[in-house]
């Protein structure tokens, strides 16, 4: 820009021209986008919820069909056909999901930020460190597919009483995907910690094992921690892997048994998409039940999220 | 707490066990390896089921190994040890060449089965003559003050696109009386040939691109024969692409987009100042050593692997039996989704990351606006399915399964990852910049557009292309919204029903499950959507790598 532009700009510009107002706005827009899509979801799942049971349907001013709220809580059976919605029947599948995981993916994941932020050298963390961004690349529905097709015959060797769709084929492969998750997050709360407190400790005489486990990892907990909780969720809401591997008969199990994870049940999120395969006509009462799953399946993504917020900010060690 | 665990206590000090420390030490890289060595062996068991490397005749292998692999070794290997910049460079331009026929065969799908000719045509002039002529206007810009500029430029706009009254007096009532200049343009009596109007589009484009990209590292005559030469090279394609077989319009685009720029890029590694001959030589010994190979075993009748990624399933339709089931019309929805999902979601999360790293005030508002960014970001993507579901689909009744419903819901999914990395990519622009600009009394807006978003550009464009590459993965908000499993023609119009490659490979693998879906059409799908998010990821990785702030 030449001077000359310059200061007929100056002369001309100031904060509020038509022009900075303008830009001002776009921007301001853009970023309400984001609040408006938040209140969207929320009055969305709410309001359609709302339709779907029979105590806040006449509210809503919806006649018909409705379900009852107790029976949607607390029922073990997930029968749309027949009319019976019990939602726990689904989040006992999700559960088992999340555990079954949650055992691979935790230590995994706690071990492989340990490495990388004690042990790798510079070039095996160039070389590892996209290497696990791939895992959580894939798309889920890869992830699906290589569950039902190569783990489950692998695992039927072990157990020869598996089900085609079951429960631990869906949780193995949902557990490699969210291992990048814990360890990123781990590994950044493991780097925060000040190299002072390492030295203090081989000042001690402390091995470098001491170090790792006795200093950095009690150090950076908290970030541990809010990196569980945020691939848990990640794992809660998980769909298309575990709408392949896991089936679409919804059943009460168990998720304390670890026999049950032969079997196949019904998570949440597969259930919406087997909802959706179905014939749903807008303002049904399947339709409706879709909201009154997503509006579940939000609320503890959503207070997962939070807790997991809350202890990284609450439980940090200030350095 | 170290000195008083098991190693460490005081008369066992100078004779640690060493033991303990590399038992964890291998633990913890068998425990990284893990989810890495499963992912590998899964695409290996993928890749030979879609590939099915075991049935290539022997010969096969022979012969490209020895005019592939084996030269390009003893090439590569020369050339880096004496110079590996120039063996970075000559891997950077296989590489671009492979993703660019990639990307030229996607738009070879777009010309051919989506946007006619002619209307591409109409559209590229109607944009372009608005988009030059308010770029004079600008050049006025200390004559005419703003206001009237942006209101001509928008009255420029509207006449070339919809003419007058255009669709507002359409609304009212008001018959058309002066055409739009894109209406007058599909409505000429002698229409040309369509080679010569994809060239002029697409050609035009890659040209226009080449030229500046010349014009950048030369000067202004530079800019001027390199897009006079890329414009030459895409006309005289189209006038050979018969006579090899290839058709006049997929050798238009082809050069276009896959030759042109990598032959740019080429030129400018190779032959412009600090360039490396000696990668160029690499490059070459690789494509050519594919081409002899290619040629040889054609001559020699050696069998390549009978693989079930063919030309067949890419460029078909799903089919009822697994051998002939294709990815065509999926393929073509993941890039309508796509470009719908790129047009929809960076201006909106680059403006956003902008208002909060540039405009906003430290306020609870913005604060708020922060943490319910992070949160949106760990909404399940099935729950955004939803919301595509009641809000697009119920309550402002767009029809389910759309182009533009899967676009829209698929960018409002992806956009807090676009703000986040953008944000990334802002904050890391030195704060000094911006102060030098607002002491030569630049505005706001100045800043953010001279300074800031010219600076941050390569960050928010990695960002967006791995987000990107998030959404053509997902499936759940598709179905979701009623896409459809089967589709059998490419939507043609952003209100068309629309498949995409995820959801095509849910539908084989879910739906029409059989042992012969699931050892034929799933895997070929599955490394067909891998291959495309390797590419993208990889365009990602080295944007990031050549743009990477140093210091």
């Given at each position: 820009m030449s001077t000359d532009d310059l200061a007929t700009d100056i002369s001309k510009q100031t904060e509020n021209s038509p022009r900075e107002l303008l830009t001002r706005t776009f921007f301001f827009l853009c970023a309400g986008l984001s609040i408006v899509t938040t209140i969207s979801i929320v009055v969305l799942l709410v309001t359609e919820a709302a339709k779907f049971f029979t105590i806040t349907a006449p509210l809503m001013g919806v006649t018909g069909e409705t379900a009852s709220l107790v029976d949607f809580l607390t029922g073990t059976t997930w029968q749309i056909n027949s009319g019976e919605f019990g939602v726990l029947t689904l989040v006992s599948a999700t559960v088992m999901i999340t555990l079954g995981s949650a055992v691979i993916a935790i230590p995994l994941g706690v071990a492989t930020a340990i490495y990388l932020s004690e042990y790798a050298s510079k070039r095996a963390r160039s070389v590892l460190k996209p290497a696990l961004e791939i895992l959580a690349g894939v798309p889920t529905v890869v992830y699906g597919f290589f569950a039902l097709i190569y783990i489950t015959p692998a695992l039927s060797v072990v157990f020869p009483s598996i089900g085609t769709f079951n429960m631990l084929s869906a949780s193995v492969v949902v557990g490699v995907m969210i291992i990048p998750m814990v360890a990123s997050i781990s590994e950044d709360a493991m780097s925060a910690v000040p190299d002072e407190l390492r030295q203090a400790g081989y000042g001690m005489g402390a091995t470098k094992f001491d170090v790792a486990t006795g200093i950095v990892v009690p150090a950076a907990l908290s970030g541990i921690f809010s990196s569980f909780i945020l691939a848990l969720s990640r794992a809660i809401g998980e769909t298309m892997a575990v709408t392949i591997a896991a089936g679409s008969r919804a059943q009460f199990l168990n998720p304390l048994n670890p026999a049950s994870f032969l079997e196949g049940s019904l998570p949440m999120t597969a259930a919406m998409v087997q909802l959706l395969l179905g014939d749903i006509t807008g303002g049904g009462l399947a339709y409706r039940s879709l909201f009154a799953i997503g509006l579940v399946l939000f609320v503890i993504t959503l207070i997962m999220n939070v807790i997991s917020d809350f202890v990284a900010q609450r439980y940090r060690e200030e350095y | 707490m170290a000195t008083t665990s098991d190693s460490g206590e005081i008369e066992g000090f100078g004779q640690v066990s060493r033991t303990v420390g590399t038992v964890f030490r291998y633990l913890l890289l068998a425990a990284t390896m893990f989810g890495i060595v499963m992912l590998g062996v899964l695409l290996l068991y993928v890749a030979n089921d879609a590939i099915?490397?075991?049935?290539?005749d022997p010969g096969w292998y022979l012969v490209f190994l020895l005019a592939l692999v084996v030269p390009s070794a003893a090439v590569g290997w020369t050339v880096r040890r004496r110079d590996s910049e120039a063996f970075n460079f000559g891997t950077l331009l296989v590489g671009m060449l492979v993703v660019s026929l990639m990307f030229s065969g996607g738009v070879a799908l777009l010309v051919i089965d989506v946007v006619p000719p002619l209307v591409a045509l109409a559209y590229a002039i109607g944009i372009a003559v608005p988009v030059g002529l308010s770029v004079l206007l600008t050049g006025q810009a200390h004559r005419i003050s703003f206001t009237p500029r942006l209101a001509a430029t928008t009255a420029l706009f509207y006449l070339s696109l919809f003419g007058l009254p255009g669709p507002v007096g359409g609304a009212l009532g008001v018959p058309q009386v002066v055409p739009s200049l894109v209406g007058a343009i599909q409505s000429i009596p002698v229409i040309p040939v369509d080679w010569m109007m994809i060239a002029a589009v697409v050609g035009g484009g890659s040209a226009a691109a080449v030229g500046a990209y010349a014009a950048g590292i030369g000067d202004r005559t530079t800019g001027l024969y390199a897009a006079t030469a890329a414009f030459a090279a895409t006309l005289v394609a189209g006038a050979l692409g018969p006579a090899v077989g290839l058709g006049a319009v997929p050798a238009v685009v082809v050069t276009a987009v896959a030759f042109v720029p990598t032959g740019a890029y080429a030129w400018r590694g190779g032959?412009?100042?600090?360039?490396?001959?000696l990668g160029l030589v690499f490059a070459a010994t690789v494509v050519g050593g594919a081409l002899v190979g290619a040629l040889a075993v054609d001559a020699l009748g050696f069998a390549g692997p009978a693989s079930w990624v063919d030309w067949g399933f890419l460029t078909s339709a799903h089919s009822g039996t697994a051998e002939n089931a294709g990815l065509y019309p999926a393929i073509g929805g993941s890039i309508l989704l796509m470009a719908t999902v790129a047009a929809l979601s960076f201006p909106l999360g680059v403006g956003a990351a902008v208002y909060l790293e540039e405009?906003?005030?430290?306020n609870a508002l913005t604060r708020f606006v922060d943490v319910n960014i992070s949160n949106l970001a760990g909404v399940p993507s099935v729950v955004y399915g939803l919301l595509g579901l009641g809000v697009?689909?119920?309550?402002?009744g767009q029809s389910a399964g759309t182009v533009l419903v899967g676009g829209a819901t698929l960018a409002l999914l992806i956009l807090p990852i676009v703000i986040i990395s953008s944000r990334e990519a802002i904050r890391s622009v030195p704060s000094d910049m911006r102060q030098a600009s607002y002491g030569m009394g630049a505005t706001r807006w100045q800043t953010v557009k001279n300074v800031v978003l010219p600076e941050a550009f390569p960050g928010i464009l990695t960002g967006t292309i791995l987000a990107l590459g998030r959404a053509i993965g997902e499936t759940a908000p598709l179905i979701m919204i009623g896409?459809?499993?089967?589709?059998f023609n490419l939507p043609d119009t952003l209100g068309s029903k629309v498949s995409a490659m995820p959801l095509q490979v849910y539908a084989w693998s879910g739906l029409f499950a059989s042992e012969d879906f699931y050892t034929k059409a799933v895997p070929a799908g599955v490394v067909v959507l891998l291959a495309v998010l390797l590419a993208m990821n990889s365009v990602a990785i080295v944007l990031r790598n050549k743009f990477e702030r140093t210091g």
């Open positions: - | 099915r490397p075991l049935t290539a032959f412009a100042e600090e360039g490396s001959p405009y906003a005030p430290d697009f689909v119920t309550y402002l896409a459809p499993n089967v589709v």
